[in-house]
T-cell receptor, first 113, second 116 residues
Framework: DAKTTQPPSMDCAEGRAANLPCNHS???????VYWYRQIHSQGPQYIIH???NNETNEMASLIITEDRKSSTLILPHATLRDTAVYYC??????????????FGTGTKLQVIP | DAGVTQSPTHLIKTRGQQVTLRCSPK?????VSWYQQALGQGPQFIFQ???????QRGNFPDRFSGHQFPNYSSELNVNALLLGDSALYLC???????????????FGPGTRLTVT
């Protein structure tokens, strides 16, 4: 699986958009970009994933560059509850859909009142 | 709909002992993965079970073993505990063969293991 690079920490004012970048310059054509977050003392929570098109769900938006070497997770209106460590992961599922997920150290997002 | 559940929540063991951790997957899920998360680090993949067989394995020694039961629940066993095994152990489940859009893994709250 491709390696990802994320800033170790970021701050965001409450109510503002939080834009979390991720570099995955060695991503392969069949690898997806996934984002998870982990709130203190809880298990990671799936947020969103995409291949090449931008994606949006009720939690966030995912913007993937045209060359797919980087992506940005956008939380449109950050709240204090969004304070967490955010993990960007790229992976491909082998035949049968088995998953082997490699987490890095993520970005610690602090939402400030 | 219950999500992924794990037991126990916390556990304290002594070096050299053995431990068994348990996981029940989210309803409708048939694949279970285990992760070890040391303090300040991201989760590290241990192994994955599907159809009661180990399908994938990370870089963990044979002291780490597992099992999946016919009801899809799973156990993680660690023998000859070392101080370095102290960590949060996470279980995650997903639908193994349901296609790309179902590759979302749902994680349990974890078991905090302390080895003294």
């Amino acid at each position: 699986d491709a390696k990802t690079t994320q800033p170790p920490s970021m701050d965001c004012a409450e109510g503002r958009a939080a834009n979390l970048p991720c570099n995955h310059s060695t991503i392969s054509g069949n690898e997806y970009v996934y984002w998870y977050r982990q709130i203190h003392s809880q298990g990671p929570q799936y947020i969103i994933h995409g291949l090449k098109n931008n994606e949006t769900n009720e939690m966030a938006s995912l913007i993937i560059t045209e060359d797919r070497k980087s992506s940005t997770l956008i939380l449109p209106h950050a709240t204090l509850r969004d304070t967490a460590v955010y993990y960007c992961i790229v992976r491909v599922a082998d035949s049968g859909g088995y998953q082997k997920v490699t987490f890095g150290t993520g970005t610690k997002l602090q939402v400030i009142p | 709909d219950a999500g992924v559940t794990q037991s126990p929540t916390h556990l304290i063991k002594t070096r050299g002992q053995q431990v068994t951790l348990r996981c029940s997957p989210k309803s409708g899920h048939d694949t279970v993965s285990w992760y070890q998360q040391a303090l300040g680090q991201g989760p590290q993949f241990i192994f994955q079970y599907y159809e009661e067989e180990e399908r994938q394995r990370g870089n963990f020694p044979d002291r780490f073993s597992g099992h999946q039961f016919p009801n899809y629940s799973s156990e993680l066993n660690v023998n000859a505990l070392l101080l370095g095994d102290s960590a949060l152990y996470l279980c995650a489940s997903n639908r193994g063969l349901a296609g790309v859009s179902s590759y979302e893994q749902y994680f349990g709250p974890g078991t905090r293991l302390t080895v003294t």
